[in-house]
Every structure is written in C-alpha cells, then in structure tokens.
C-alpha cells in the first residue's frame, strides 16, 4: 500500500468519526429516487414489472413514492426468468471484471456482475473496514 493509500485511509477513518447520520439518511432517500429512475429507464428487466403492474417511473417523485409503488422483486422474479443482458444497463452485457453467485440452496441459482471499476472499489472498502 502506497503512502498515499495510507494517507486517504487515515483521512477516511477519522471522518466516519463525524459522520451526521441523519444527513447520511436524507442523502440515501435522495439517491432512492434518483436510482430507481435510472433502473427503470435503463434495466429492461426492471422496466418490465413496472409496464405490467401499470407503475409509470416518472411518477415516483418521493421516497415515500417509491416506497408504496414500486414492486419488491424477489429472486424468482429475475434470476432464470429473463436473459442475463435484459438485466444489465442498456440491455446488453458489458466488459465484466468478476461474476459472484449463490449456492442456489433454495432452487434458483442467482448472480451478480462487476466492472474493475467496482471491484476495485469493493477491494478498497473492505480494506477499509478491516482496519481496527
């Protein structure tokens, strides 16, 4: 780990230390919505469920909206029912730096994708929360 890497790390730690929950919670419910637009515009196999059970997105303005609204998918809902692209962004598969996936225990096998960006990103905040 670079001096620099350590740096940011120190940096990291001691502002969790004065992290204002409550903004922490409003950023979250902002983003809620924000994400959900872009799922359901984005995601063919999210646009969908919304077409079907009549939910138009641009409707959904609140998190409260999207919280008495939007459908609970549930893993049968997704994980063998629709091709693996009508679940990506744009409809297509993308450069994919590693594939995760369940044991399937209850009957259906799930998985998740991510690009190197993500995975460095993940490799970072877990390193992160080792630190005691």
């Not at 929950?21 to 469920?49: C, H, K, M, W």
């Not at 998985?111 to 929360?129: D, P």
């Amino acid at each position: 780990m670079s001096a620099l890497d350590k740096l940011a790390r120190r940096w990291q730690l001691k502002a969790m230390e004065h992290v204002d929950t409550a903004a922490l919670v409003q950023a979250g419910n902002r983003r809620i919505v924000e994400r959900f637009q872009s799922v359901a515009r984005d995601v063919p196999a999210y646009a969908a469920p919304l077409k079907t059970r009549g939910i138009l997105a641009q409707k959904i303005r609140t998190p409260a909206d999207f919280r008495a609204l939007c459908p609970i998918l549930e893993k049968q809902d997704v994980f063998g029912s629709v091709p693996i692209e009508q679940l990506c962004v744009g409809g297509r598969l993308g450069p994919s730096a590693g594939v995760l996936t369940s044991s399937g225990q209850g009957g259906r096998f799930a998985f998740g994708l991510s690009t190197h960006r993500q995975n460095k990103r993940a490799a970072k905040a877990i390193e992160l929360a080792m630190v005691g």
